[in-house]
């Protein structure tokens, strides 16, 4: 006779890990929007505009905000499995960046960061979401991390070189107009 099989007790961290991924495949990782050159998409991605998977459009071009706030709902749900999910974190931090709710992501990118301070990723995408916010230092030391962690990143290179850039013309001209 077939006997019907025990509750699984991993059934509950199976379902978390399910929920991680969708939420994270959901967000795009590379779904982010550029700012004054920062374009989180490599060299085939243009300058100030987002940086795209094929078939996704950038939900500040045509109001279509329906794929981000649906990766915003999964990557909560993920963090109410397990509010230490970097994944997660990171997940929610994109696609409410990609929102324009850039304080909101800033928040989210840092926790993402303290819980896995040695992804890359996460320190390159918070750098990103500084900069779109006028932090440009906190952006810079972000990116720099970034670097530290993956030296051979060509996207993680050129945004920080971009925004080395930036922050030293700022500087320049505020040292200008003071004299």
């Not at 109410?80 to 931090?93: I, T, V």
């Amino acid at each position: 006779m077939y006997a019907i099989p025990e509750k699984r007790k991993d059934a509950p961290l199976m379902i978390g890990i399910l929920v991680t991924v969708v939420a994270v495949l959901g967000a795009g990782i590379f779904l982010v929007k550029g700012v004054d050159g920062f374009t989180g998409g490599g060299d085939n991605a243009p300058n100030n505009a987002a940086a795209t998977a094929p078939g996704q459009t950038d939900a500040s071009e045509d109001g279509d905000t329906n794929e981000y706030e649906v990766a915003l709902a999964s990557a909560d749900r993920a963090i109410e499995l397990n509010p230490f999910d970097a994944g997660a974190q990171f997940a929610r931090g994109n696609a409410l960046l990609s929102l324009g709710r850039v304080d909101e992501s800033i928040a989210a990118l840092e926790r993402a960061t303290q819980i896995d301070a040695a992804n890359a990723r996460h320190h390159a995408v918070l750098g990103r979401a500084y900069l779109e916010n006028g932090e440009l230092e906190a952006g810079v030391t972000a990116l720099r991390t970034a670097q530290e962690l993956a030296p051979n990143d060509p996207v993680i290179k050129e945004d920080l070189d971009a925004a080395v850039k930036k922050l030293d013309g700022d500087i320049e001209s505020e040292s200008q107009t003071k004299e």
